[in-house]
């Protein structure tokens, strides 16, 4: 880990501020909320001046775009490694990507949050930020046409059937990491989203 270090006028500098901004966040979230989290006390924890995280991110609202633009690239590459495999029919396919985005959603869940934060609703505002969760959203929708052009699921709008699929994998992902589910006895994580995925699969698919 890089250390901070002072120069001769006693104040401190950082190998790799920015990196250690964006890590010191993810701490800060994870034991309070987003809602408490400042750069104030980012740069308390770094070990530099009030000012320094300024330097790479305007303001707190930035900050959280860069982590939710982090989280949504890991999302997608963690999506597409699970989902083109190529031994895979479309609708498996479309099963695997599901159960794959709820276990990344889990196993992620403070980026997870800041990703869907009420803060960032309106991503347009941030374009890195737009442009790569859409690529989420394109990922699923070109299974959708895979499945529709081998004649498995509905021919709805293939945008609108993703957004369905993501709606289901979002509620349920926020659901287990709020361990809404803890109780409940339901079965292991993987075999929920499994079963959650199949449910969804069968309501699309042509009678």
């Not at 995280?53 to 690239?73: D, S």
């Not at 293939?158 to 803890?182: N, R, Y």
Request: hydrophobic share 40%; proline share 4%; charged share 20%.
């Amino acid at each position: 880990m890089l250390m901070p270090r002072a120069d001769k006028s006693g104040n401190y500098h950082h190998g790799d501020l920015r990196q250690a901004v964006i890590d010191s966040a993810l701490e800060l979230i994870a034991e309070r909320d987003i809602q408490s989290l400042t750069l104030r006390e980012i740069a308390k924890r770094v070990g530099v001046s009030q000012m320094a995280p300024y330097r790479h991110f305007k303001n707190k609202a930035v900050l959280l775009a860069v982590l939710a633009q982090e989280g949504f690239q890991a999302l997608y590459d963690h999506l597409q490694e699970a989902s083109t495999k190529p031994s895979l029919a479309p609708i498996e396919r479309v099963r695997v990507l599901g159960v794959a985005y709820v276990l990344f959603a889990i196993e992620n869940p403070v980026h997870y949050r800041v990703m869907f934060d009420a803060s960032l609703s309106n991503r347009t505002t941030y374009p890195p930020l737009y442009q790569t969760a859409v690529k989420v959203l394109e990922l699923c929708m070109q299974l959708i046409v895979e499945c529709q052009q081998a004649g498995l699921i509905d021919e709805r709008d293939p945008k609108e059937l993703a957004q369905v699929k993501w709606s289901t994998c979002h509620g349920l992902s926020m659901l287990l990491i709020d361990h809404q589910f803890s109780t409940m006895g339901h079965a292991p994580v993987e075999e929920l989203a499994t079963s959650t995925m199949q449910t969804l699969i069968e309501g699309l698919q042509k009678r």
